[in-house]
């Protein structure tokens, strides 16, 4: 089996490429320095992507420039005094000349004749890298997020007279409300980036008052989804503030993208030119990208639906990219007929020939999906006898599956967590529900056996070499009888365990915690193999392949990392998400990998070339739950909304939209047939969901999954099956048993 | 108001005297006021960041408390030194002060003397984490339809699994039950006049006080909790309410009377108290409620027996589990008594003996096992003298019953003797045996298989036991004449076989039985008529048919084999026998996956 490998290098490379043309006719100069900063955002994936830019000799520039900010600040106060000081001694003449003459044209123009060399390099590097970018348009610009920090601020130095900024914006409010009303929904969408933008240049100019009263003024007008956003705002107040904090970095780096009909960005466009509203318009060159369409503007409840996430929505092209999102052929395994089955049955006598019938379903998975990945697109391991055995269970389990469907709900079994003082953090099952885990705040990762069958070691070496390895139970008898128990627990993290994920075949456990880690585990002699390190910062979530070998961890550091087990480095890095990376979870046919975060976008990658291939916008809090369903077309999420969001993978479409809980969503999945979606949250309830219908009633004209305008029916109720309250149980994970019997598990909170 | 809230939020900067007593507690004096208002900015500003972070560690906690662990992660991320000493889950106790015009809030660091620490007795280990599975959920098998749980009930459902679990719980003789802190739910003036008002009504003898009562609490959701404990408490149960007020809360009812059958504790003194009795009325209570609410879909009676025999069968279940579960089986009728508490009467026996001889080990031990056996004595000796040919030879008793023969060889006489005389006396188990409906035919049967698979559940199969438990048994009863009993078996070969089997092991002792189990083997239809001997004392016992019907298996579903019985007559107090349900339900236990 060969891995996945491929030099970071060149994911960077991939990452780095596409930088649209568009910034280059910007007069911005960004000058891309080595990532220096201490960002935690950065310390990642900064190393891999930045290398190809560093050639320009970008820290001495680094230096220089902040002192000519300085030095501008200075000549702005009128500290002429200090100005020739400071110039002497950092012997900046010649620089500083060909500053002045450049004159008084703000921040930008000093910029430009000062660093003609570093700007050269830069444009150079990024029409090299243009071309390659082709294939792969991302949207947000990885390599602008390595600018350096002052750079990044120094952006906001222009100067307008901070008492009209007020008055700017409230001109533009003025125009957007007296606008016909099809029209006006869409260009509010300009409030918040705008505000946003206005009130960070007022704090970069230490117009300390004049920005909080900007905030004061109009903070209450933006739409209540920015609330957290805000709330990180508001305690910006200073410059000082603004180097090092990160929320103000992604929204700098990343261009707020806004999706606007041509009408009204005409509309748009006369206003400002006609009221010479040059601060605004710089913003919305420089900071925002207008994706303009042909057509009808949308409407406002269509743009809520899409609207929420850090950066805007997705542009559009991101998700043209085709997905294969069918599942993968079967492996074809002869099923032996089974005597030692239907016991009870056969005391009847009763003809069993049907049974052999459904035995062979693997037959009708023989046609190929037109939709599915070429079977060996990825590597995959191959399988072994057990995993053979283990799918021979499987059919037969699913010949037993109860048909579930709105007049046939499925059972609940509820798993509490008793005494577990608050510290369950994450728990899993194993495909089978033979096996349950939960990791916990006390860094211990616990594993259950839900079934009779007691949790045993295998024996030490040396009682290993006394066995008779002929025999047939050998199986059995490495086994050590004396561990038998209900229960183990695993030791080695050294900070809160976050997620936990089996293997398919259920010889190994992930997990990954606070400390960095991603720790595999075996079941078999329980302990720790292996501890993956690569994310420096907290890991929150791991998951892994469905056929095992690979697995994806995602963490604080914003960046997803496919490895795979047998590499102590990861094989790709997903790097893009403009905040944490709150949860991973594998394709069915493990070809992609899908990432939630607390940038309220979902990204789908593709595991084979680490490219981004969807971005879906719409949750309006961080997404902490996401579940493909079975069938792989559709994705569910959740977030700390309440609300779960469904999506069409193929056409890069929201597709639904559930309402119902009240706080959030930590669990989600399908049931193995995918025509019930279940739902487990913080607010103590297990909901269950029509997913066939919700999948059914989407209208997929082509108008819509060309524009990707969806106009989603409010029919949350109507798919609302049924709400199920544990009494003081937040719901961490939820499962179904391949007979369709819905298991759920959190733990019990006393308060 | 979101406005105002942002306002206030980006107002929020710490007073400039905290700097000052921070700034004085390490030791600087004088702070200029400018650098005290740079500071507290600064500060305000870095506390509103690292709490930003902690959220962050909350949410992945699956909190919605945060704590003092998360700010330390939080700070760990920006490479601070986390706060060391704030590691309470809990309530961190400031402390508040004010003088000199400032106030101040702060930890209080009591000075601890060592040896106090070294002193004191450890304390009590922390329970470790456990799992908890409701043993009803976890025997659900899918086929069941959906339980929905509403806010609230979950406690009730909890107490099921305690009261069930207790017995399980015992069988593995790990855990230690304590008895659960009762809860204090505050009431309200108004709610504590209304209780008032309604135990009145209830306990009181204005009978239309009562109904409109029981009307009013049937309708207001949020008393029905705690006027299920005022009905139970009042045997409402009794009355002719319970059917048409109190169907729907019949889970929540069950759970709490079974409780009081089988807990292993039901108060603080078990020597003391008489708690005896309380099982005795529920175990009633619980044969009342199974024969009034017992339908095909809920299957309580046959759900109940099973709980009760699995208790009864395990080894190390206490003799206060013991007591309730035989009490409650002997409640639901004679035959039960008969079918599962006679066969295990020497097995209790060796058990009783072995606590009654053996040394003395606790008290409480002790008067278990005596209740356990005045109970024994007491149920099965009607039985006994019902079914057992006369003569009442001890040596024959004791070798059929082990240790408990002679006493109940002597109370079987006593019963003879009893019943003899006083030939009317109705059967304390209260049982009206009304008339015979003689609605169900051959033919329902036939419809039964044609359902789904829920079905092993459906079907009525004990109505031979039913037939049983009506039958005029009590031969000093006046009792239907000529009770026809047909026995239906469905399927051929070795499943037809079996059910006899059961049939047979459900009368043991009975001389009826002898005669049924070589009945069916055959594939052809075949009526057998027997002519039942009773071996009642009395001869005035009609004479009674049972006709054997046995079918070619002609379907294969499974619930086939255990619709092996129709009656003539069902009365609406049917019993089933939970041997007969075992096995129905068995085949359903064999295909679940839990």
Redesign the interface.
């Known amino acids: 089996m060969t891995p996945l490998l491929s030099a970071p290098g060149k994911m960077a490379a991939v990452q780095d490429g596409p930088m649209e043309l568009d910034t280059e006719k910007e007069t911005k100069p960004e000058i891309l320095s080595d990532g220096t900063s201490k960002l935690?955002g950065n310390a990642a994936s900064g190393t891999l992507s930045s290398s190809p830019l560093t050639a320009g000799g970008a820290p001495k520039q680094e230096d220089q420039q902040t002192l000519i900010a300085v030095l501008q600040f200075l000549r702005r106060n009128k500290l002429s005094e200090s100005v020739e000081i400071l110039r002497r001694e950092a012997g900046l003449e010649d620089q500083e000349d060909s500053q002045t003459l450049d004159g008084s044209g703000g921040g930008k123009g000093d910029r430009d004749g000062g660093e003609a060399n570093s700007l050269l390099s830069r444009v150079s590097i990024t029409s090299a890298a243009a071309p390659q970018s082709t294939l792969t348009p991302i949207t947000v610009k990885r390599a602008n997020e390595q600018l350096d920090v002052s750079v990044v601020l120094s952006a906001y130095s222009q100067q307008g007279d901070p008492s009209l900024y007020q008055v700017y914006y409230s001109g533009l409010k003025n125009f957007i409300e007296s606008v016909l009303d099809c029209h006006r929904a869409e260009l509010s969408q300009l409030f918040y980036p705008l505000f946003v933008h206005m009130y960070l240049e007022l704090v970069y100019n230490n117009h300390e008052n004049e920005a909080?009263a900007f905030?004061?003024k109009f903070?209450?007008d933006q739409e209540?989804y920015y609330?957290d956003d805000?709330?990180?705002l508001?305690?910006?107040?200073?410059k000082?503030?603004l180097k090092g904090?990160e929320v103000l970095l992604d929204f700098r780096t990343s261009r707020f993208v806004l999706r606007i009909s041509r009408d009204s960005y005409q509309l748009l466009k006369r206003h400002l030119q006609e009221r010479h509203n040059n601060q605004i318009w710089n913003i919305i060159q420089e900071h925002l990208y207008i994706d303009i369409f042909d057509g009808m503007p949308r409407s406002k409840s269509q743009i809520d639906s899409m609207s929420g996430s850090f950066a805007g929505e997705a542009r559009r092209e991101v998700n043209k990219v085709k997905v294969f999102h069918g599942l993968l052929k079967e492996p074809e395994i002869e099923v032996p007929l089974d005597d030692e089955e239907d016991?009870?049955?056969n005391?009847?006598?009763?003809?069993k020939k049907k049974k052999t019938k459904k035995d062979s379903m693997g037959s009708k998975s023989k046609k190929q999906d037109p939709n599915a990945p070429q079977q060996n697109r990825i590597p995959l391991p191959e399988l072994k006898d057990s995993d053979k055995l283990d799918k021979i269970m499987y059919m037969k389990?699913s010949t037993?599956r109860?048909r579930l469907g709105p007049e046939n709900?499925?059972?609940?079994?509820?798993?509490?967590?008793?005494?577990?003082?608050?510290?369950?953090?994450?728990v899993d099952f194993t495909d089978d529900?033979s096996l349950?885990a939960?990791g916990?705040?006390d860094s211990t990762v616990?594993i259950?056996s839900?079934?009779p069958k007691k949790l045993r070691k295998v024996k030490s070496a040396g009682e290993l070499n006394l066995i008779d390895k002929e025999s047939d139970d050998v199986l059995e008898r490495i086994m050590d009888e004396k561990t038998a128990s209900e229960?183990k627990i695993l030791c080695g993290h050294s900070?809160?365990v976050?997620s936990v994920s089996f293997s398919p075949d259920r010889n190994y456990l992930l997990s990954s915690s606070?400390d960095g880690t991603v720790r595999l585990w075996s079941l078999q002699t329980f302990t720790c193999l292996v501890g993956y390190k690569g994310h420096n910062?907290?890991v929150?979530d791991t998951h892994f392949s469905p056929f095992g070998y690979y697995f994806v961890s995602g963490g604080?550091d914003r960046v997803a990392r496919l490895w795979a087990t047998d590499h102590y480095q990861p094989l790709r890095i997903f790097a893009g998400h403009l905040a944490?990376v709150?949860c991973t979870r594998f394709h069915p046919n493990s070809n992609y990998v899908a990432t939630g975060s607390?940038d309220r976008t979902i990204r789908l990658w593709d595991v084979l070339n680490g490219n981004c291939v969807r971005i879906f916008t719409g949750h309006k809090g961080?997404v902490?739950s996401l579940a493909f369903s079975p069938n792989g077309k559709f994705l569910a999420s959740g977030s700390?909304d309440g609300r779960v969001l469904l999506w069409d993978i193929g056409h890069g479409l929201m597709i639904g939209e559930l309402k119902g809980h009240t706080d959030?969503i930590?669990a989600l999945k399908f049931s193995r047939d995918g025509e019930i979606l279940a739902s487990g949250s913080?607010d103590n309830t297990v909901r269950l969901w029509d997913s066939t219908k919700a999948f059914d009633d989407v209208e997929t004209d082509d108008f819509t999954a060309a524009t990707g305008h969806i106009h989603l029916p409010d029919n949350s109720q109507e798919l609302l099956l049924?709400t199920?309250?544990?009494?003081s149980t937040?719901v961490?994970h939820l499962h179904f048993?391949?007979?369709?019997?819905l298991l759920a598990a959190g733990?019990?909170s006393s308060q | 108001m979101?406005?105002e809230r942002?306002?206030k939020?980006?107002s929020v900067i710490l007073p400039t005297e905290s700097m000052k007593a921070m700034a004085e507690s390490v030791g600087v004096g004088s702070l200029q006021e400018d650098s005290c208002l740079a500071l507290s900015?600064?500060v305000?500003?870095r506390i509103?960041?690292i709490a930003?972070d902690a959220l962050?560690?909350m949410?992945?906690?699956?909190?919605?408390?945060l704590t003092t662990?998360d700010i330390d992660?939080a700070l760990k991320?920006k490479n601070v030194e986390p706060l060391y000493g704030f590691q309470s889950?809990e309530f961190i106790p400031f402390r508040f002060a004010s003088g000199g015009g400032r106030e101040l809030h702060f930890y209080e660091e009591k000075e601890v003397d060592l040896s106090d620490i070294i002193n004191t007795p450890l304390p009590r280990v922390?329970?470790?984490?456990?799992?908890?599975?409701?043993k009803e959920?976890?025997k659900?098998?899918?086929?069941?339809?959906?339980?929905?749980?509403?806010?609230?009930?979950?406690?009730e459902g909890?107490i099921q699994t305690k009261g069930q679990g207790a017995s399980s719980a015992e069988v593995k003789g790990k855990e230690k039950m304590r008895m659960k802190p009762r809860s204090t739910h505050e009431l309200s003036v108004e709610q504590q006049l209304y209780y008032k008002e309604i135990t009145e009504a209830c306990v009181g003898s204005c009978e239309a006080k009562r109904a409109v009562c029981v009307c009013v609490c049937s309708q207001g959701p949020k008393l029905k909790e705690f006027c299920l404990a005022l009905f139970i408490r009042c045997n409402i149960m009794n009355s002719k309410y319970t059917t048409k007020h109190l169907l729907f809360p019949l889970h929540e009812l069950i759970p709490a009377v079974v409780t009081c059958i089988v807990s292993k504790q039901l108060c603080l003194r078990p020597d003391v108290d008489n708690h005896w009795a309380l099982r005795d009325f529920a175990a009633r209570l619980m044969a009342q409620s199974c024969k009034t609410f017992s339908t095909t879909t809920n299957n309580i009676q046959s759900r109940i027996t099973k709980t009760f025999t699995k208790a009864l069968l395990d080894d190390k279940t206490q003799w206060t589990t013991r007591y309730g579960c035989i009490a409650g089986l002997a409640e639901l009728g004679h035959d039960v008594i008969k079918t599962l508490i006679i066969p295990r009467l020497s097995v209790e026996g060796a058990r009783i003996k072995a606590v009654m001889d053996g040394p003395v080990v606790s008290n409480i031990d002790k008067i278990g096992a005596d209740h356990v056996q005045s109970l024994l004595l007491k149920h099965c000796a009607s039985v006994v003298a019902k079914t057992r040919p006369l003569p009442d030879m001890v040596d024959q008793y004791k070798v059929d019953y082990g240790y408990l023969g002679t006493m109940l060889c002597s109370h079987v006489v006593k019963a003879r003797a009893q019943a003899a005389f006083q030939a009317q006396t109705v059967n304390r188990t209260t049982l009206t045996i009304t008339q015979p409906r003689p609605t169900l035919s051959v033919s329902q049967s036939g419809l039964s298989t044609s359902s789904g698979s829920r079905a092993p559940s459906i079907i009525k199969v004990p109505s031979s036991l039913t037939l049983m438990s009506t039958r005029p048994g009590t031969p000093t009863q006046p009792s239907p004449p000529a009770t026809k009993y047909i026995v239906m078996a469905t399927?051929?070969?070795?499943?037809s076989t079996?059910q006899v089997i059961t049939l047979s092991s459900s009368q043991s002792g009975s001389p009826v039985t002898s005669t049924v189990p070589s009945t069916p083997t055959s594939l052809q239809p075949l009526v057998k008529l027997e002519s039942g001997n009773t071996g009642a004392v009395s001869g005035s016992r009609p004479l009674q048919k049972y006709i054997v019907v046995s079918l070619p298996?002609s379907s294969?579903s499974?619930e086939?084999?255990s619709s092996s019985v129709l009656p003539s007559s069902t009365s609406p107090i049917s019993m089933e026998s939970a041997v007969k349900l075992e096995r129905s339900e068995?085949?359903a236990a064999?295909?679940q996956?839990?």
């Open positions: 935690s909080k905030f004061e903070g209450g209540c609330q805000l709330r990180v508001c305690g910006l107040t200073k000082e503030h904090n016991e009870a049955e005391e009847e006598g009763k003809p389990e037993k109860i709900l499925p059972s609940i079994c509820f798993y509490s967590f008793l005494n577990a003082y608050q510290g369950l953090t994450a529900s349950l939960g916990f705040a616990r259950w839900v079934t229960s900070g809160p976050y606070e910062y907290p929150w604080h944490d709150t607390t961080p902490h700390t959030t930590y913080m049924g199920y309250h544990s009494k937040p961490t048993t391949r007979r369709n019997l733990g019990y | 979101a406005e942002r306002q939020l980006c900015e600064e305000s500003y509103k960041e930003q962050k560690f949410h992945h906690g699956k909190r919605r408390k662990g992660h991320l889950q922390p329970l470790d984490v456990s799992l908890k599975v409701p959920q976890q659900t098998d899918s086929t069941e339809p959906l339980k929905a749980v509403k806010p609230g009930q979950e406690e909890s399927s051929a070969g070795a499943a079996q298996s294969s499974l086939n084999k068995s085949p064999n295909t996956s839990h």
